[in-house]
């Protein structure tokens, strides 16, 4: 017999802060992780269609008060940087807390990730196959030194990518 569902077991816990608004002005250190944790940006198609999408997150519309800083796309995960600006003071106002908010960071994650699935699913044939882990990391730069250790990490990432224990290729190979 299968178990039963036990929605408090079984809740997703939010790593968000409780009552912080996503669509406040400054910077937002994402890290979104691929299905599984698959390498699947080593393929140069898909890969060029993952940094395509993520360069033109300012030109759509959801994205209205957003700005690109330091990124990196590896072949499990991307890092990156993203920097809201002071919102416009006509700016419509939200109808629900529960609802996600335009130009907010989960709803430009959110879409991001969606865009990148759809093209890399239509160029695969295979609708519906997950690309990318259920949500993603975030963290909020508290001030200018925070961001500037942030953009370091970032660069140095592919340095470390070798002793990364999702790379397995270069763990075994310096096993033999």
């Given at each position: 017999m299968g178990q039963l569902h036990d929605p408090p077991r079984n809740r997703r816990r939010s790593i968000r802060l409780k009552d912080w608004d996503y669509t406040f002005p400054g910077s937002y250190f994402v890290t979104i992780c691929t299905h599984r944790k698959r390498?699947?940006?080593?393929?140069?198609?898909?890969r060029d269609i993952a940094e395509n999408t993520w360069h033109r997150i300012?030109?759509?519309?959801?994205?209205k008060y957003a700005t690109l800083d330091e990124w990196i796309l590896m072949p499990?995960?991307?890092?990156g940087i993203i920097i809201l600006s002071e919102r416009d003071e006509d700016s419509p106002p939200y109808l629900s807390s529960k609802q996600v908010k335009r130009?907010?960071?989960?709803?430009?994650?959110?879409?991001y990730k969606s865009l990148v699935t759809?093209?890399?699913?239509?160029?695969?044939?295979?609708?519906g196959?997950?690309?990318?882990?259920?949500?993603?990391?975030?963290?909020?730069?508290?001030?200018?030194t925070e961001l500037n250790a942030i953009r370091q990490y970032i660069?140095?990432?592919?340095?470390?990518?070798?002793?990364?224990r999702e790379n397995l290729d270069a763990i075994i190979?310096?096993?033999?």
């Amino acid at each position: 017999m299968g178990q039963l569902h036990d929605p408090p077991r079984n809740r997703r816990r939010s790593i968000r802060l409780k009552d912080w608004d996503y669509t406040f002005p400054g910077s937002y250190f994402v890290t979104i992780c691929t299905h599984r944790k698959r390498n699947i940006f080593d393929d140069p198609i898909l890969r060029d269609i993952a940094e395509n999408t993520w360069h033109r997150i300012p030109s759509q519309s959801h994205a209205k008060y957003a700005t690109l800083d330091e990124w990196i796309l590896m072949p499990n995960h991307l890092h990156g940087i993203i920097i809201l600006s002071e919102r416009d003071e006509d700016s419509p106002p939200y109808l629900s807390s529960k609802q996600v908010k335009r130009d907010s960071i989960p709803s430009i994650v959110g879409n991001y990730k969606s865009l990148v699935t759809r093209r890399i699913n239509k160029i695969r044939q295979r609708a519906g196959v997950l690309v990318w882990q259920r949500g993603y990391y975030e963290r909020i730069g508290r001030n200018e030194t925070e961001l500037n250790a942030i953009r370091q990490y970032i660069r140095a990432n592919p340095e470390r990518w070798k002793d990364d224990r999702e790379n397995l290729d270069a763990i075994i190979s310096r096993m033999e």
